[in-house]
């Protein structure tokens, strides 16, 4: 039993939170934190009658000295960050202060730059080794699960891994002209940013869904998908012996391309202030302001997802493939959880690597990315609360 607090009240904690109360023999208390109140005390209210005791506060997650006060005070066994990617240090650096563990899903990406990578998180690995405190970086999907399949696979199936294809195939439809299915900004952020993919030994850069295929997805059928930077690629290629290759693919409809290309056009994806009656606003801002809520997106998606990764590698001196994947309904998840399956995805594995930590499951002092603990129990509890996983022998590969 063990008690966590939860930085964050939009889609993905709001499903980590429904899985924190329905895994009650692991949370006994939690605490959700936000910058609006009113939304954790209503999810709390929704959720009380549970075995899960559930307290709220109101916290603005940049301030350090604020946000250690009330870990000092609640004294948590974990802090799972669920805010945006910006406020990733300073969460961290309370953590510190407060000497308690740290999870979250996405890394460090600086307010003032369409740019991620784990540098910055890095740089904490001896603060939180002499602090003898655990952060366990990128517990979401992928990153997240992604990676403990590359753990997974590595451990069970290869003796090495020379190739890893990450597929990220949304199938769902929301019936809107243009929607983003997780925080606007930072998707368009993602997508916008130039593609890149690790090889021989380096990064090869190419240009904004440069590079083009059509995969035939288990269960949902022939998709156009673009390559992407991603964050995982960074930590698996220091990570999983034998690497040649990792790249990541992501599926767009030609809507949501056209539209981002007429956005981009006008400038509207711009992360640079401009001057508007008097005011300075951020155009990337402003289109967050006006895009449907992600959280009001539920009720209306259909279809599902697949992400999942494609491996190649040899063992026993053989060459073989194999692939690792989930795949989720949608409307099954809003009917659970009230969320649509791109928060289901990721807020699952946060509740479980959380659960991980708090349980002393993973531990060691210092800065961890999830492919460096072991995967099997990740796994067993990926297909206990809600994202089952499926494997093939025999995949078709993407060129």
């Given amino acids: 039993m063990g008690k966590a607090m939860i930085i964050g009240c939009g889609g993905v904690a709001s499903v980590a939170i429904h899985k924190c109360c329905q895994n009650s023999d692991a949370f006994s208390e939690i605490m959700i934190a936000s910058r609006t109140k009113s939304k954790c005390d209503a999810l709390r209210d929704k959720l009380s009658g ?14 350090v000295a604020e946000l250690t006060e009330l870990i000092e005070k609640f004294k948590p066994d974990v802090v799972l960050n669920l805010a945006l990617p910006y406020q990733d240090l300073h ?15 996405a890394n460090y990406e600086p307010p003032d730059t369409a740019h991620f990578e784990y540098k910055w998180q890095w740089a904490y690995r001896d603060k939180y080794k002499n602090a003898g405190i655990t952060a366990l970086l990128g517990s979401g999907f992928d990153p997240g699960v992604t990676s403990v399949f590359s753990a997974y696979a590595l451990k069970h199936e290869f003796d090495e891994i020379n190739y890893i294809d990450i597929l990220d195939c949304n199938a769902g439809d929301h019936g809107y002209p243009f ?3 997780f925080n606007p900004e930072i998707n368009i952020r993602e997508v916008s940013a130039k593609g890149s993919y690790w090889e021989d030994g380096k990064w090869v850069y190419t240009e904004p869904m440069e590079i083009k295929r059509v995969y035939d997805f288990p269960e949902i059928g022939p998709k156009d998908m673009y390559l992407l930077h991603h964050e995982e690629i960074e930590s698996l290629a220091l990570n999983i012996p034998g690497i040649k290759r990792i790249r990541f693919f992501m599926t767009f409809g030609e809507s949501y391309l056209t539209h981002l290309r007429c956005l981009e056009n006008v400038g509207m994806t711009s992360i640079e202030p401009i001057d508007f009656e008097g005011h300075k606003i951020i155009p990337l801002q402003f289109l967050k302001a006006v895009l449907p809520d992600p959280a009001s997106l539920g009720p209306r998606t259909k279809g599902k997802t697949n992400i999942g990764c494609i491996f190649k590698g040899n063992k026993d001196g053989k060459e073989k493939t194999y692939y690792l994947y989930n795949v989720c309904d949608h409307q099954e998840c809003y009917r659970e959880v009230g969320s649509q399956a791109i928060s289901y995805t990721t807020g699952v594995p946060a509740m479980i690597g959380t ?4 349980k002393g499951i993973w531990k060691g002092p210092g800065v961890f990315n999830i492919e460096e603990f072991d995967p099997d129990p990740f796994m067993d509890e990926l297909n206990k609360w809600g994202l089952p996983w499926k494997e093939s022998r025999t995949p078709a590969l993407v060129e």
């Avoid at 549970?50 to 301030?63: E, L, S």
């Avoid at 659960?355 to 708090?358: N, T, W």
Wanted: aromatic letters at 2%; hydrophobic letters at 45%.
């Fill in 50 to 63: 549970g075995k899960t005791k559930i307290q709220t506060a109101q916290v603005d997650a940049d301030n």
């Fill in 355 to 358: 659960e991980m930590v708090m």
């Fill in 179 to 181: 929607a983003t299915n």
């Fill in 91 to 105: 969460i961290m650096d309370a953590c510190l202060a407060a000497r308690v563990n740290y999870v979250d899903t």
